[in-house]
Each structure stands twice: as C-alpha cells, then as structure tokens.
C-alpha cells in the first residue's frame, strides 16, 4: 500500500471545508418567523428546505434605520444574511412590505438620545387621526404673550360676547395666533 500524498490530503481537507460555503445559494435568504422571544430576538425557519439552510434560533435584527427595531408577525417572512458569509452569523437585515399580509409588526420602536420627529414637516399625522394635538410648548408662549397683551384683567361685556369676542380675535391675530398655530399641530388619533 503507498502512503498517500501530504500535499494531496491537505488540499482535500480544505476543499471538503470549503465545499460546504461553496454549495450555500448566495443571500440574502427567506425565512419565516417562527417565534419572537421576550428580548425581540426571532427564530426562523427557512422558506425553502431545498436550498440547504437550517432553522436558526435566537437570531438578531440588523435593520436599515439605526436605533430602529421591530417585533415581526409570526409566520412573517424575514430576510437573512449572515455576516461575513458566515452560516454562524445569522442577521435579520429585512422585513416583508407592510402593504402584504403579515407585513405589519406588532410593534416597532425607534430610540435614539434626541428623536426628531418631522423637524421641518407642516403636518405630523400619527396613527391616521383627525383630531389635532397642539405642542405644548408653542402653546405655552401663545397664551403668555396673549396675557401679556390683553392683560390679566378681561371684564365680559353684557352684550353676550360679541364685542369680546371681536376684541380676543384681534389680539390673537395681533399675536400671530391664526397661522402660526395651525401650522404647527400634529395629528392624533
């Protein structure tokens, strides 16, 4: 019997090694959640058990917006990449397109120290509504320099509110009220 070739076995091994990363299809991958766990991590299950990928368990989002996260649907479909072709760095990079059936998290968080929402938006429109929420803090300094304007004294007249009303109307106009205001109310349900 000859003794086999040190070259030969060594570069066998590293094709057997290799030939493994060399067959996986190339990302990103389907998959479908299976269950969400309490730390927002998700196990997953491959669409398509053909392609030779493996269920994977407590994998991590990686989502597009930093500070962003979201607690997928079960049986949602997720996208999957696994970071630096490795097959033991599962990342969850995507989610399916919220107009599609199961496309709509059961929730969704975005963090950060400072969190502008809309800073240069007319309107701000959260959750559909149709009623207005003023900011409080352009409301506060409204009413001040109103009070300051029209004085901390105001008497009714008898006359059921008609001139009053007349005399607030041009001191909220006087004061920028009208506009300003309204433009800068947000939306609420």
Known sequence: MSTPDPLRT?????VRSEFALL????GPHTYRVAAV????RVDLKPEDKKRGLDDIPNVDHWTGVAGGAALPMVGSVAMVEFADGDSTKPMLVSYQPLRSA???PTRTTIDAT????GPTATVVQLG????FVALATLVLARLSALVTSIGSTVIVPSD???SFKSTL????TANGFTNSVAASKVKAT
């Open 128 to 131: 559909g509504g149709a009623d």
């Open 23 to 26: 067959q996986r299809p190339a």
């Open 10 to 14: 060594m570069i066998a091994d590293i």
């Open 169 to 172: 109307l041009a001191a909220l």
């Open 37 to 40: 766990r309490s730390d927002g």
């Open 114 to 117: 400072t969190l502008q929402l």
């Open 160 to 162: 059921g509110g008609a």
């Open 102 to 104: 199961g496309g709509k």
